[in-house]
């Protein structure tokens, strides 16, 4: 059998791309590959490409061809060129070409040999970074910086060229915000009234990280100086530029209007900016069988416990994330919701085979503070509730995304079909208002599926 797997390994193709003076591999991990590529002089691995590099001696490649034989692949030399200039810091660039790179979360990255006009360009767009280590700079990708790059070689007789490289320079960490230049952080008060009102910490989150990306889109200018006409530069640059949701969008527009009305206690003047529109989206819902076939999946008591007890009070991850062992009453089968979304207490129904199952959890975990706790203690993470659905959805044979989410929309689904009254339904959902609760009237089957389609009365064969 390990002889059987060790051949299995050496079959796994290799990828080679040959620069001018670089020769790059891309394979997967094999130890005795390894032991190999050790031997040849320079070989070093590029933590940053994803790739081992190699000096390009006529020596090093017939050794290459010898050891790997057919698993040897050469690609282009073209779709990596950027990646040789990355994987080898100290190569040299034509310093009348601009090598612009499109990476995630929306950035792109510029390599090219100094010139302060092009430095000078590059510090007037929005979010510019430089990076020390690998010596290039990034920017946000916006259509305008795009726009004023290409200009600029024109200008100045530079080639342009752009490459989506997503596959191997994508894989990079994450930039921190404090890597911006002149990056400033949210005001100490901003913070505070946000705390001293008590908003919850998931709308602290959102605030922060909009109002964050407001003042450092003005970086030069002081808070307190950017204008009526700046805001809306703004919103226009989030909606044609960054093209976010509208729903993104008036997170920003509420983080702006929260500073200047209730920190500075100024005039009204946010109100102005235009709402956009609010897409009518319908909540994905799954069948009654599809959440069996999900629950069934769940093998550990305490996840089981956690999914149902999400399906059978229609609860917000948060909500039930914060229950407490004595928020469940099994006397008159609700669950307590105290806190919830609005600072809202209510209850919800409590279903016997549910109790039966927390009582049997119960009796094993012994939870004190949480209901539902994590390894360490404190609240269970709801990053991991998330990954017990989703692999339990996986399992069940569920193409479609599925969210803890969904799973209350399910719930609402289910019992407008089963016949409740809407009203209960908004109570139990914790709904201020009956217009939000309507929606699942345009999702459900229950007389929909009595009317019979015209397309079947044609008679056609």
Known sequence: MKDLKRRETRRESVSMTITERFILLEMKKSDQDIRFLRTLRYARWDSTGFCWVINNKKENLTMLKNYFGDRLTEISNEASSVKAVTSAPGLAVNSSILIVVKYRNGRIRLIFRYDKDLVRLIKSLPLYTWDQENRWWTIANTEKSLAALVRFCDESGWKYQYLEDLRHLNKKPRQKPEDIINYRAVPANYLDKLSVLRYSMNTVKTYNACFSEFINYFSTKEINEISQ???????????????????????????????????????????????????????SVLGEDEVKRILEQVKNLKHKCLLMTCYSGGLRISEVLNLKPIDIDSNRMLINIRGGKGKKDRVTLLSVKLLELLREYYRIYKPNDYLFAGQMGGKYSERSAQLVLKKAA??????????????????????????????????????????????????TTR??????????????T
């Open 229 to 283: 006409q700046d805001i809306q530069a703004f919103l226009l640059y989030l909606v044609q530029e960054r093209q976010v949701s509208s729903s993104y969008q008036n997170q920003a527009i509420n983080a702006i209007k929260f500073y200047f009305e209730k920190v500075l206690n100024g005039p009204r003047r946010i109100y102005y900016i235009e709402r956009p529109r609010k897409e009518k989206i319908l909540p």
């Open 394 to 443: 996986k399992n069940a044979g569920i193409k479609r995304r599925v969210t803890l989410h969904t799973l209350r929309h399910s719930f609402a689904t289910h019992l407008l079909e089963n016949g409740t009254d809407i009203r209960y339904i908004q109570s139990l959902l914790g709904h201020s208002s009956p217009k939000t609760t309507q929606i699942y009237t345009h999702i």
């Open 447 to 460: 007389g929909i599926d009595q009317i019979k389609n015209p397309l079947d009365n044609l008679g056609i």
